[in-house]
Structure formats: structure tokens, C-alpha cells
């Protein structure tokens, strides 16, 4: 890896920082927003230096979910969640080894704009019938198999998990802590899961290490900013947020 990454001019380190900012938020309050993150990452790094990066502070990111959230995870689902998770998994290496990376992450796009979209008819249709109650798609088997396959195969293909799962856990009916103690223990094992894969790449080499360990600051500032807006967001607020945030990442991966 050249060493002119670290020699990267001041504004590009204020981007960086800004990214490592939205990491944290994203841990501790608005799942998605590091989307933007990726982006910024990936416009001053290599791609796979870049990768190893942003795995060393999503993790940084993690321990401050765990810590402010980790008695608020629903180990059922999770447990639910391995098989299809796993498959996935496979899924995504074996079609790595086979399809054009930009074709893929188009497919992934319109997949996930139309999860979006189909989450957004949900909710016109529950709001025209008030009195019909949210369907919550935790237990059907489909639903577990579709969304957990695809967080698997997106985390694998284009390091984007987050948006399918924050999908199923939104389509879950879960409330915000619930929803957060939920998604950082299954980031935090997949991220996990993918260091000593990196690791067997050579990636992470000091270039690398000495620029996540200057960034992480930024993740400390805002997963502490994230549990403050936690504590405060509203249930509706919280579910658009998503939303919003899967629709922009559909859309970058898409271009």
C-alpha cells in the first residue's frame, strides 16, 4: 500500500474524520448513515485497504453498541437468523468467484430500493387502516430465510449487510433499543468473522492500523453523540431514518 495515504491533504482527513463521526452514529442510533462512510473511505483508500479500514472502526463502533445496548438483544431471532445468515455466506463467495463486481452491486441496489419501497407500502397501508395492526414478520420462516440469505450475501459481495438487516429487524416490529441491542450483536460477529479473513489477505499492515487508530476518536464522538439521540428519537422517527438511510446506500452501490 503506498505510503502516500498517510500523506493525504487536511481536507481529506476532515473527511475521514467526518466518516469515522458516522460510524459511531451508526452503531449507537441511526443504523445506515455509514453508508456515506463507505463512500468517503473509499474515494481517498485502495479498495481493500479501505475495507480493512473501515472493519477496524465498524468494530471500535460495535464495542459502544454492545456496551450501551447489549441487554436489549433478542437472542431468539439471532439464533433464527445462522442458517440463513450463513448460507448467504457461502452464497456470496461462490458468486465473487464468477460475476462482475458492478453487476452485482447494481442487483444488490434494486434489491434492497425494492425492500424499501415495499416497507414504505407497508406503512401507507397500515396508516389508511389504523386499526389494522403492523404485521410483524419475525417468525415466518420465509421472511427470516429471504432477509438473513440476503444480509449474508450482500455483507460478502459489497460489505453492505447492514441494510437488508436493518430491513428485517425494522420489518420485526422492533422498538428502538430492541432494534439496536439486536443489530450489534450480529455486526459485532460478523465483523469478527471477517478479521481473520483479512488478516490471511495481508491487509492489515501499519499503514492501515496507524490510520483506523487515528480515526477512531471520531467513532468515540459519535457513538456518544448516538446514545444521546437514541434516548431521545421517536419510534416513527427511528423506522423513516432507516428507511432514508437504505435508500441512499441502495443508491450508491447502484452508481
Known amino acids: 500500500m503506498p505510503l502516500q495515504i498517510l ?20 452503531k449507537t442510533a441511526l443504523p ?64 465473487l468467484a464468477f460475476a462482475d463486481d458492478t453487476w452485482v452491486r447494481r442487483a444488490i441496489a434494486v434489491i434492497l430500493l425494492a425492500l424499501v419501497l415495499y416497507a414504505v407500502w407497508q406503512r401507507i397501508r ?48 422492533f422498538p428502538v433499543k430492541a432494534f439496536l441491542g439486536t443489530a450489534a450483536w450480529f455486526f459485532a460477529i460478523i465483523n469478527l468473522v471477517k478479521v481473520p479473513i483479512m488478516a490471511s489477505l495481508g491487509l492489515f499492515i501499519p499503514e492501515v492500523l496507524s490510520l483506523a487508530l487515528l480515526t477512531v476518536p471520531g467513532v468515540v464522538v459519535g457513538a456518544i453523540l448516538g446514545r444521546w439521540i437514541a434516548s431521545r428519537i421517536q419510534q416513527r422517527s427511528f423506522e423513516y431514518a432507516i428507511l432514508l438511510f437504505t435508500a441512499l446506500g441502495a443508491i450508491y452501490l447502484f452508481f
Open 7 to 26: 500523506e493525504l491533504p487536511p481536507f481529506a482527513w476532515a473527511l475521514l474524520g467526518f466518516a469515522a463521526v458516522l460510524i459511531g452514529l451508526s
Open 126 to 173: 397500515t396508516h389508511k387502516n389504523p386499526t389494522k395492526p403492523r404485521q410483524q414478520t419475525e417468525g415466518s420462516a420465509i421472511a427470516r430465510a429471504g432477509y438473513g440469505s440476503l444480509g449474508g450475501f450482500t455483507t460478502m459481495v459489497a460489505n453492505a449487510g447492514g441494510a437488508p438487516m436493518s430491513l428485517y429487524f425494522l420489518s420485526a416490529g
Open 32 to 95: 445506515g448513515v455509514n453508508t456515506l462512510s463507505i463512500a468517503i473511505f473509499a474515494a481517498f483508500l485502495p479498495p481493500k485497504e479501505s475495507t480493512a479500514a473501515l472493519l477496524l472502526l465498524l468494530i471500535v463502533g460495535d464495542i459502544f453498541a454492545l456496551i450501551s445496548y447489549r441487554r436489549h438483544a433478542d437472542w431468539k431471532t439471532l439464533i433464527k437468523l445462522i442458517p440463513a445468515v450463513a448460507g448467504g455466506l457461502g452464497v456470496g463467495a461462490l458468486f
